[in-house]
Protein backbone atom coordinates (compact mmCIF):
# COMPACT_ATOMS: atom_id res chain seq x y z
CA UNK A 1 0.00 0.00 0.00
CA UNK A 2 1.70 3.28 -1.07
CA UNK A 3 1.47 5.87 1.63
CA UNK A 4 2.98 9.15 1.01
CA UNK A 5 3.03 11.28 4.74
CA UNK A 6 3.37 15.13 4.83
CA UNK A 7 4.67 17.25 8.29
CA UNK A 8 6.35 19.99 9.29
CA UNK A 9 3.56 22.81 8.35
CA UNK A 10 2.61 25.41 10.86
CA UNK A 11 2.08 28.91 12.20
CA UNK A 12 5.08 31.42 10.81
CA UNK A 13 5.68 34.80 10.48
CA UNK A 14 6.62 36.56 6.95
CA UNK A 15 10.21 36.63 6.61
CA UNK A 16 10.71 33.14 8.35
CA UNK A 17 11.02 29.38 7.13
CA UNK A 18 10.02 26.12 7.35
CA UNK A 19 11.29 23.21 6.51
CA UNK A 20 7.94 20.50 4.98
CA UNK A 21 9.11 16.59 5.10
CA UNK A 22 7.29 14.34 3.52
CA UNK A 23 7.95 10.54 4.21
CA UNK A 24 6.81 7.71 1.58
CA UNK A 25 5.91 3.86 1.94
CA UNK A 26 5.12 0.58 -0.51
CA UNK A 27 7.36 1.35 -2.81
CA UNK A 28 10.84 1.73 -4.00
CA UNK A 29 11.28 5.75 -3.48
CA UNK A 30 14.41 5.79 -5.40
CA UNK A 31 13.12 4.85 -8.82
CA UNK A 32 10.21 7.84 -9.03
CA UNK A 33 10.45 11.60 -9.05
CA UNK A 34 8.53 13.51 -6.21
CA UNK A 35 7.11 16.43 -6.29
CA UNK A 36 5.67 19.60 -4.03
CA UNK A 37 1.85 21.16 -5.01
CA UNK A 38 -0.14 23.95 -2.71
CA UNK A 39 -3.48 24.84 -2.84
CA UNK A 40 -5.06 28.17 -1.39
CA UNK A 41 -8.49 28.02 -0.47
CA UNK A 42 -10.90 28.59 -3.72
CA UNK A 43 -7.50 28.40 -5.84
CA UNK A 44 -6.30 25.50 -8.16
CA UNK A 45 -3.79 23.03 -6.97
CA UNK A 46 -0.10 24.81 -7.94
CA UNK A 47 2.91 23.22 -8.88
CA UNK A 48 5.54 23.98 -6.45
CA UNK A 49 8.78 21.79 -7.26
CA UNK A 50 9.98 18.62 -8.40
CA UNK A 51 12.78 16.32 -7.97
CA UNK A 52 14.16 14.22 -10.32
CA UNK A 53 14.59 10.11 -9.10
CA UNK A 54 18.18 10.58 -8.14
CA UNK A 55 17.90 14.08 -7.21
CA UNK A 56 20.16 15.46 -9.87
CA UNK A 57 17.67 17.72 -11.67
CA UNK A 58 14.97 19.90 -9.69
CA UNK A 59 12.46 22.17 -11.31
CA UNK A 60 10.84 25.24 -9.31
CA UNK A 61 7.66 27.25 -10.30
CA UNK A 62 8.11 30.92 -11.13
CA UNK A 63 6.50 32.35 -7.54
CA UNK A 64 8.82 30.16 -5.34
CA UNK A 65 12.39 30.51 -7.20
CA UNK A 66 15.50 31.36 -5.02
CA UNK A 67 13.24 31.07 -1.57
CA UNK A 68 12.04 27.14 -1.78
CA UNK A 69 15.01 24.45 -1.92
CA UNK A 70 13.53 20.54 -2.59
CA UNK A 71 16.13 17.66 -1.53
CA UNK A 72 15.71 14.34 -1.11
CA UNK A 73 17.17 11.57 0.89
CA UNK A 74 16.70 7.70 -0.90
CA UNK A 75 17.98 6.32 2.10
CA UNK A 76 15.34 7.72 4.20
CA UNK A 77 12.42 7.42 1.77
CA UNK A 78 11.74 10.92 2.25
CA UNK A 79 11.49 14.44 0.13
CA UNK A 80 12.21 17.72 1.69
CA UNK A 81 10.69 21.58 1.18
CA UNK A 82 12.78 23.89 2.31
CA UNK A 83 10.98 27.57 2.66
CA UNK A 84 12.63 30.75 3.51
CA UNK A 85 11.61 33.91 3.02
CA UNK A 86 8.37 33.38 3.51
CA UNK A 87 5.34 35.32 2.20
CA UNK A 88 1.45 35.26 3.08
CA UNK A 89 1.02 34.21 -0.64
CA UNK A 90 2.23 31.50 0.62
CA UNK A 91 -0.22 30.49 2.79
CA UNK A 92 -2.03 27.29 1.85
CA UNK A 93 -1.93 23.19 2.15
CA UNK A 94 0.90 21.65 0.87
CA UNK A 95 1.25 18.34 -0.89
CA UNK A 96 3.67 15.79 -1.56
CA UNK A 97 3.33 13.85 -4.99
CA UNK A 98 4.73 11.00 -6.43
CA UNK A 99 5.41 10.80 -9.88
CA UNK A 100 4.76 8.65 -12.96
CA UNK A 101 7.71 6.56 -13.35
CA UNK A 102 10.40 8.12 -15.61
CA UNK A 103 8.98 11.28 -15.24
CA UNK A 104 9.76 15.03 -13.41
CA UNK A 105 6.67 16.72 -14.09
CA UNK A 106 5.52 19.74 -13.33
CA UNK A 107 1.62 19.47 -13.29
CA UNK A 108 -0.74 17.61 -11.80
CA UNK A 109 -1.18 15.19 -14.62
CA UNK A 110 2.29 13.61 -13.91
CA UNK A 111 1.79 12.39 -10.76
CA UNK A 112 0.10 9.01 -9.02
CA UNK A 113 0.20 8.80 -5.76
CA UNK A 114 -0.63 12.37 -3.01
CA UNK A 115 -0.34 12.72 0.75
CA UNK A 116 -2.79 13.77 2.58
CA UNK A 117 -1.62 17.82 3.03
CA UNK A 118 -0.05 19.96 5.73
CA UNK A 119 -1.15 23.52 6.24
CA UNK A 120 1.00 26.32 6.04
CA UNK A 121 -0.36 29.91 7.39
CA UNK A 122 2.17 32.76 7.04
CA UNK A 123 1.34 35.80 8.84
CA UNK A 124 1.81 39.36 7.95
Known amino acids: QVQLVESGGGLVQAGGSLRLSCTVS????????MGWFRQAPGKDREFVAS????????YYGDSVKGRFTISRDNAKKTVYLQMNMLKSEDTAVYYC?????????????????WGQGTQVTVSS
Open 26 to 33: GYTFSNYG
Open 51 to 58: ISSGGANT
Open 97 to 113: ASAKRGVVATSIDGYDY
